[in-house]
């Protein structure tokens, strides 16, 4: 936090409340220096929140005003939302929201210059929502609007203020206003598409999970069925056994052992359904592969697959991520059972203890089928996002994504996946993770 702070100090200094007149002013060699100091300092922040809260300051101190607000657009609502304050200023002042047809951003998206008090009538008057832009700026008790366009775009405006209204606008101090502006507007737009991308990644996994659920749901309905029985069993049988206690005690005890198997069940598909940040933690890698084998078994028989495993006593413990991982294996032996649905086959899973060259120790696992095989064009781009071989089969609903994503959680995991295959005879994935130190 203490790193944060200091680097929220203005690039020249400032010992008492700005006014229209104190301000010193910069030099064009200084001017320069300001510019690509600040460019320096926003290319290190990853957060949007820090990155607003130093753009809105550094505005305020380069324009020679008290307070400062920045609106960022937010694009599932359609409206500019306020995000950072900083100085002196009134939040009812401020609304917490415009929206994107709202006179003020249009009049700032159709100009595409600093909005100032000093403005002429017939400046306003270039765009229809002009007048109205400037009895808002007004209510708001701004001297400056400063647009942040990129590529057509309003991605953000911040509004500057004063206590007292400006003397004049200075030309050297609109340019370093307008400078500034520009290298906040290109790390505001580098921040918000890293966000985007972050946000769609994690619903893509998200996604991801819950279509295996849909495999999960039949072994969770085959595994529940018995406990159920015997729970209604019980209790048909109750009200004319209540008078042997032998009974009641024996049946209650397996009642109560059938429903903590159902409970933890059910723990165990909502753990999978939720995505959540990597947590690593020491695991026994062949008790996650047991887990995965178990609900894949319903399935495997209704495709006349046969399972084969051989897990090896000496495996290694993991660091690693217990969903995330049961994400990979379930991923794969899906694809390896989808490649055997038409004719049935064999699914051999063997995990064994491996070391590499320098003494590395590393949890192994293979995975192999007997189905079709993949070209060896299509080999090379198994991993890449988007491409899925499942059409050429006539399946549709591959969307080219698992194998991407059990690449990634593999990598995150500095492990290693590879593949080998062969028309007519089967494919084998590779999957290795480093074991946690002896």
């Known amino acids: 936090m203490a790193g944060h702070m200091a680097s929220l100090r203005p690039l020249f200094a400032m010992t008492s409340p700005p006014s229209n007149t104190d301000i010193s002013k910069p030099t064009s060699s200084e001017l320069l220096n300001i510019v690509t100091r600040f460019a320096s300092d926003l290319g290190t922040m990853t957060d949007l929140t820090t990155l607003g809260s130093r753009i809105i300051q550094e505005l305020c101190h380069a324009g020679a005003t008290t307070h400062g607000t920045l609106f960022l657009l937010d694009r599932e609502h359609e409206c500019y939302r306020r995000a950072n304050m900083v100085g002196p200023v009134a939040p009812i002042l401020i ?6 047809s709202h006179p003020l951003p249009r009049h700032l998206l159709a100009t595409n210059r600093i909005m100032t008090q000093a403005d002429s009538a017939s400046d306003l008057q270039e765009t229809d929502s002009g007048a109205s832009a400037r009895t808002t700026m007004e209510s708001m008790q701004a001297t400056r609007i400063v647009p942040h366009l990129n590529k057509g775009r309003l991605i953000a405006f911040s509004l500057l203020g004063a206590a007292q209204p400006l003397a004049g606008e200075n030309t050297l101090t609109r340019s370093l206003l307008a400078a500034l502006a520009q290298t906040a507007t290109n790390a505001l737009d580098t921040i918000v598409l890293y966000e985007d991308l972050h946000r769609s990644h994690t619903l893509i996994k998200r996604t991801d999970r819950l279509k295996s659920l849909e495999t999960i749901a039949g072994g969770f309905a085959h595994e529940i069925r018995n406990p159920l ?16 206690p032998q009974f009641i005690q024996e049946f209650s005890k397996v009642v109560l052992d059938d429903v903590y198997r159902i409970e933890r069940l059910i723990q165990e598909i909502l753990d999978y359904a939720r995505y959540m940040e990597p947590k690593l933690t020491d695991e026994d890698f062949n008790d996650i592969v047991a887990s995965c084998l178990y609900f894949i078994d319903v399935k495997a028989d209704s495709y006349g697959i046969k399972i084969e495993k051989e897990l090896a006593s000496d495996l290694p413990r993991v660091m690693l991520d217990r969903q ?13 059972m989808d490649s055997m649905a038409r004719a049935g086959g064999r699914l051999r899973i063997q995990t064994r203890k491996l070391v590499k060259p320098g003494g590395k120790v590393w949890a192994h696992i293979e995975i192999e089928d007997t189905g079709e095989g993949i070209q060896d064009t299509n080999l090379e781009h198994i991993f890449d996002p988007f491409f899925t071989t499942k059409h050429e089969s006539g399946e549709h609903e591959g969307t080219g994504l698992g194998l991407t994503i059990v690449h990634q959680i593999i990598q995150e995991h500095h492990g290693e996946i590879r593949v080998k295959s062969s028309i007519g005879i089967g494919t084998t994935f590779f999957v290795s993770l480093p074991a946690v130190p002896a």
């Open 95 to 100: 609304p917490p929201t415009l929206a994107v």
């Open 324 to 336: 995330q991982i049961k994400q990979v294996l379930l991923n794969l032996l899906l694809n390896a």
């Open 229 to 244: 029985t015997s729970i209604k069993t019980f209790i048909q049988l109750a009200p004319e056994r209540k008078d042997d």
